[in-house]
């Protein structure tokens, strides 16, 4: 899964986004469900809510949105298929969070790009009544270069998956064809457990983590 992410506009190749250059983006080095957040829809950045609350789930009680949707689900449940036959968007992603149980406690692990730049989750993305946009990221099963930390991941696009993802091709040749093989240009380490508090944004959250040895 992906419930915590990092993300400065300024650590990756966007050149194929039309409005890079009038788009404003303070970093956010803790991104939490129901952020409001720049997501790429048809070659263009364009801000959206983390997370996707559809009707009937807010009418059940203690209902929080979906904000990850697993790749295996995309061509079984009703919830995505209709988004993912028409709505594919790109998430800009500089890093991401994952836990850890170790010694009795959960310990939050930081995944980059090994040559820290910034990497393109796949994702849907869903535009309510009321103008607003809401998106979902795609996971995956974690590459076994990564998955000692967590078995799910973020679905991280090269650049032929990403043409695919975008395509017009048929919603089963794009499930069919999409790479996960993106384990070995990530790279993770122990991070400090003051991320684990939405509030806490600043650099110092993706910095490796060491205990004091005594």
């Known amino acids: 899964m992906c419930g915590r ?12 986004v039309d409005n890079l250059s009038g788009y404003d983006f303070k970093d956010n080095f803790n991104i939490s469900p129901q952020a409001n957040v720049p997501v790429v829809i048809d070659n263009n950045l364009v801000n959206c809510t983390w997370g996707y609350y559809p009707q009937w789930l ?22 995505f298929i209709s988004a993912f036959n028409k709505s594919r968007c790109i998430v800009p992603i500089s890093g991401w969070y994952e836990w850890k149980v170790i010694d009795d406690a959960k310990q939050p692990f ?11 989750a796949a994702g849907l993305y869903w535009k309510r009544s009321d103008g ?14 990564i998955n000692e930390v ?17 395509s017009d091709e048929n919603s089963e040749y794009i499930h069919e064809n999409i790479s996960h093989d993106f384990g070995e240009i990530i790279e993770h380490y122990q991070v400090t457990k003051s991320v684990n508090n939405p509030k806490n944004n600043n650099a110092l959250l993706i910095e490796e983590f060491n205990e004091v040895p005594f």
Request: glycine share 2%; net charge negative; charged share 25%.
């Open 5 to 16: 992410y990092y993300l400065s506009l300024d650590l990756g190749d966007l050149s194929f």
């Open 58 to 79: 807010k009418d059940q009680s203690n209902s929080k949105p979906l904000f990850n949707t697993r790749f295996e689900s995309l061509l079984e449940k009703k919830t």
């Open 110 to 120: 930081f995944f980059k790009h090994n040559d820290n730049q910034n990497m393109f």
């Open 132 to 145: 607003t946009t809401e998106f979902t990221i795609i996971t995956t099963s974690a590459p076994i270069e």
């Open 150 to 166: 967590h078995d799910r991941s973020p679905l991280i696009l090269d650049d032929i998956s990403m043409g695919i993802w975008l």
